[in-house]
């Protein structure tokens, strides 16, 4: 892994672990308000749900005291309960009085809890009545000829010599009511009796108001249990709020770990070319140095043995010289041509138009071990025709030394493509693997005995300060192709 490949995967998670534990503070902080706020609601609420359940048992106590001073002042009533009068007229009595007085529930009971007269269903009349407490308000499960339904009640007592009587009125408590007491688009209000088979803790229930007494009266007076009003939330408003937050907050993180990673890439290459620089200048020089001093190695050794021979044996410094003529002389020529080689690290090109076959022709001269397969017609490229000869000698060169001395062929191939010359050098010989393609363009990497490892390098070098681009397509005992790209002069 390069040095600023790593450099920008450390900015990248530097900047985006942060980025992350914020926004996931953020979001939770948002559910953790949103969830009070729920609370805050919730507890409203209740509160309005208790004082509306009193004014409602309010206004029925207030129409069974209407009904209660209406009743002792009937003297149709009373004649009934002194002679045994107008039976008929009391077995109506509930019913019109119920509807008058704006109630959907309504009996009066004697002293043995038995109906005398019932409003809401007329036959009920002898059979015992909903063993309701004595005051406050109550829920009945009351009967009709049709079906049942629930009513929130309240009770009254009256007296009419010599008996007294008790009389039971309330509400419907259906949809209608309970939607009337919650107030609120986002919450609801439900009933919880003791029969009920359905989980009413499944899920969306909030914490129930104090319960209410409950009389089941659809089959006898029943008994007094206890029933819960319970508040649910809609999951809808807080489903659809956490999607919104999560879609801004992914989209946040998103545009942020963009941000970060264009921030990243740019400090990256500010920071890793320089130091990079740096790092090749060194390994360079450390490769100069070593180079040197293999070259000047030799030259040391003959020169303190010329001077060893001119103070012992003098006679014998020109036989001596002459024996190491050929050493001097191969190392001072190695120097030379390791300077070369390194002057071609930076050389110094000027863009011209410029003929790519005759860059060609002039390359190979007569040579009888490279074929060409030049196109006509080429339009001039914009490169220095002297840096394109050296790309093409190396090139070249390099396709010679992977015949090893065997049987076969190296070819040059030029021809156009879109705005750009291509030229191709092939040969037949021993190909590349893949880890040797990866170093092949590294500086000082050779693969020949005595090589310096800098053709390639320089190769890739000139082709890219023209502007240009260079391939490999080999394979292993196979061969290679070298193709360069030249953009045409515009």
């Excluded at 705005?419 to 040797?436: A, F, H, L, P, Q």
Aim: hydrophobic share 45%.
């Amino acid at each position: 892994m390069r040095f600023r490949t790593r450099l920008l995967i450390s900015f990248g998670v530097v900047v985006m672990i942060p980025l992350l534990v914020f926004g996931l503070g953020i979001r939770r902080e948002m559910s953790n308000r949103v969830t009070a706020e729920y609370t805050r609601r919730v507890d409203a609420l209740f509160d309005v749900i208790s004082a509306d359940i009193a004014r409602e048992s309010d206004r029925i106590a207030a129409r069974l005291a209407a009904l209660k001073s209406a009743l002792v002042a009937d003297d149709r009533f009373r004649s009934w309960v002194v002679r045994g009068e107008n039976r008929g007229y009391v077995l109506d009595y509930a019913g019109d009085a119920m509807q008058l007085a704006g109630l959907d529930f309504l009996q009066i009971q004697d002293d043995d809890g038995r109906v005398v007269s019932s409003g809401h269903f007329r036959n009920e009349y002898d059979r015992l009545g909903p063993a309701v407490p004595g005051s406050g308000a109550a829920l009945v499960r009351a009967a009709t000829a049709e079906s049942s339904f629930l009513a929130l009640v309240t009770s009254d007592t009256l007296r009419i010599p010599p008996r007294r009587f008790r009389l039971v009125g309330g509400i419907a408590v259906d949809s209608q009511f309970l939607a009337r007491l919650a107030r609120d688009p986002e919450l609801a209000v439900g009933l919880v009796l003791p029969n009920d088979t359905t989980n009413a803790d499944s899920g969306k229930l909030v914490v129930p108001l104090p319960p209410l007494p409950y009389v089941d009266a659809t089959e006898g007076p029943g008994r007094v249990e206890q029933a819960r009003i319970v508040v649910t939330r809609s999951s809808a408003f807080l489903t659809a709020l956490q999607r919104n937050v999560n879609l801004w907050f992914a989209a946040a993180v998103l545009v942020a770990a963009l941000a970060a990673l264009l921030l990243a890439g740019w400090l990256s290459t500010r920071i890793s070319q320089p130091l990079e620089a740096r790092i090749a200048i060194g390994d360079l020089a450390r490769q100069v140095n070593h180079d040197i001093k293999n070259g000047l190695a030799p030259l040391r050794n003959v020169f303190r043995h010329f001077a060893q021979v001119a103070r012992e044996q003098p006679a014998e410094l020109p036989q001596v010289f002459a024996e190491r003529q050929g050493t001097v002389e191969s190392s001072i020529s190695y120097l030379e041509t390791l300077a070369a080689n390194y002057a071609k690290l930076s050389p110094q090109s000027e863009r011209k138009a410029t003929d790519v076959n005759s860059v060609v022709r002039e390359t190979i001269g007569a040579s009888g071990t490279v074929r060409t397969k030049l196109a006509e017609g080429l339009p001039p490229v914009s490169a220095d025709a002297l840096v394109l000869r050296r790309v093409i000698e190396n090139l070249v060169s390099n396709a010679v030394d992977s015949l090893e001395g065997k049987n076969g062929t190296v070819t040059i191939t030029t021809e156009r493509g879109k705005n750009i010359v291509r030229i191709s050098v092939s040969d037949t010989g021993r190909g590349m693997s893949k880890s040797e393609l990866d170093k092949a363009f590294d500086d000082f990497h050779t693969t020949k005995p005595g090589g310096t490892g800098l053709g390639l390098s320089i190769v890739r070098r000139l082709v890219l300060d023209s502007n240009g681009s260079l391939k490999v397509e080999t394979e292993t005992g196979q061969g290679s192709t070298f193709i360069v790209e030249i953009p045409i002069l515009s």
